[in-house]
């Protein structure tokens, strides 16, 4: 009777053992796998912030960018490269002839070479717009040296290309018209030498001619400083309050004796206006403006310089002309340096075909816009915009003297 009870007692302990047992170990089961699971939500999450990392950076790239893998397949991309070459489908997987469609990219890769695993070329593209890519080409080797892949990186130099253009033409342009007067001076020169002196009435001509080369030399080589100096930024804008009207009769006064020459009468109505300006840099806008109206209006003819307030605190101010005006293919370009409507007209009147440029320049330091109007036949009208000055401005500096 002992006996079997205890053999009973102690199977009901082990079979309490058993199913306590299997509790904890279902336990221990479910905290493994939540732990695991938590361990898979973090690892993943981590490769999720890894990957917008990635995304973000290469996204985030001015540059173009392509890896290649070792078969040549894009491998990936980003979307400067996109937005570089306009592309419009995917391009993951395919060669880099399928995605770019360009022989000398195919070439380049091609000649990358364990020993020269790095090179870099320049290309023009035409479409979605015209621009010119550097490209650089970088094999990825592995330990053994060998070629597991090629990054391909693309800078836009299309503004660098731009500015080295404009440099050259600007050369160009600056020794052709250096050249031309200073041509013509040593041709008179040596005429004279050769004995044109002997006759008073050719010798005074011909000095003339000199003098008036010499002449345009000067103006050009002072037109050429002004714009070094504006565009250096050597001397920097000296802004204070200026009566508009004080500096525009101060203009007209100082350029009147020119226009009686052709007869042109200049007249303004400018209504108390000050602005925040450059004195000296604003009159030299000025006479620019009205000299050119006199100069290609037409003779007896009307200047007439007005100014008004215009929106966001600017005054805008005209100077017109009642002359044959300018074309409108030639309007779009007359602010361009060395740009004339009529070459021979230009060089006869003393012009260096840089005085709108330098308008255009100083008008745009001072926050300013500067544009034309004109109908052919019936003048034309040149505006620009300054800042109004502030009234603190106003009482904090004296305004210069007209
Ligand atoms: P330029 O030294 O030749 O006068 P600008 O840069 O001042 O050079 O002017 C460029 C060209 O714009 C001039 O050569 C002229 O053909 C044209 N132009 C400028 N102002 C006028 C105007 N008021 N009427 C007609 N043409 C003008």
Not at 90 to 107: G, K, N
Not at 158 to 164: F, I, M, N, P, Y
Request: proline content about 4%; overall charge neutral.
């Amino acid at each position: 009777m002992f006996w079997p009870a205890i053999a009973l007692v102690l199977a009901g302990a082990l079979v309490a053992l058993h199913f306590w047992w299997r509790a904890r170990y279902r336990a221990e089961e479910k905290r493994a796998a939540l732990s695991l699971q938590r361990v898979a939500e973090q690892h993943s999450q981590a490769q999720r912030q890894l990957e917008l990392r990635q995304d973000a950076m290469l996204n985030g790239m001015t540059e173009g960018l392509i890896l290649l893998d070792r078969e040549g397949r894009v491998q990936l991309s980003n979307r400067a490269l996109g937005r570089l070459f306009g592309l419009t489908e995917d391009i993951h997987s395919r060669t880099l002839m399928e995605a770019l469609r360009r022989h000398e990219l195919a070439a380049l890769v091609q000649g990358l070479t364990s020993d020269e695993p790095v090179a870099s070329s320049e290309i023009r593209i035409s479409t979605p717009a015209e621009r010119w890519l550097e490209v650089n080409a970088a094999a990825i080797l592995d330990g053994a040296g060998q070629s597991s892949g090629v990054l391909l990186v693309f800078h836009d130099v299309t503004r660098l290309k731009q500015v080295e253009r404009a440099r050259k033409d600007f050369v160009a342009n600056v020794s052709h018209e250096l050249r031309t007067p200073l041509s013509l001076i040593k041709g008179y020169v040596e005429t004279l030498l050769d004995g044109a002196r002997d006759n008073p009435e050719v010798a005074g001509k011909f000095l003339h001619t000199i003098d008036r080369n010499a002449d345009r030399l000067r103006l050009l080589i002072e037109d050429l400083l002004t714009i070094s100096e504006l565009e250096s930024g050597r001397l920097p804008l000296q802004l204070q309050p200026v009566r508009l009207r004080e500096l525009v009769e101060k203009v007209l006064a100082d350029l009147r004796p020119r226009a009686l020459n052709r007869g042109t009468e200049l007249r303004s109505d400018i209504p108390e206006l000050t602005v925040n300006a450059d004195p000296v840099r604003l009159e030299q806008v000025l006479t620019n403006l009205v000299d050119n109206a006199n100069k290609y209006g037409r003779p007896g003819g009307h200047v007439f310089v007005s100014a008004r307030s215009a929106e966001h605190q600017q005054v805008e101010c005209s100077v017109a002309d009642d002359g044959p005006g300018i074309a409108p293919e030639a309007l779009e370009r007359i602010f361009e340096r060395f740009y004339r409507v009529d070459k021979a007209r230009s060089r006869e009147q003393g012009g260096t075909g840089l005085g709108l440029s330098i308008v255009k320049h100083i008008v745009q330091s001072h926050d300013g816009r500067v544009w034309a109007r004109s109908e052919p036949g019936k003048g034309a009208t040149f505006y620009f915009t300054l800042p109004v000055a502030s009234r603190t401005q106003q009482s904090a500096g004296s305004p210069p003297e007209g």
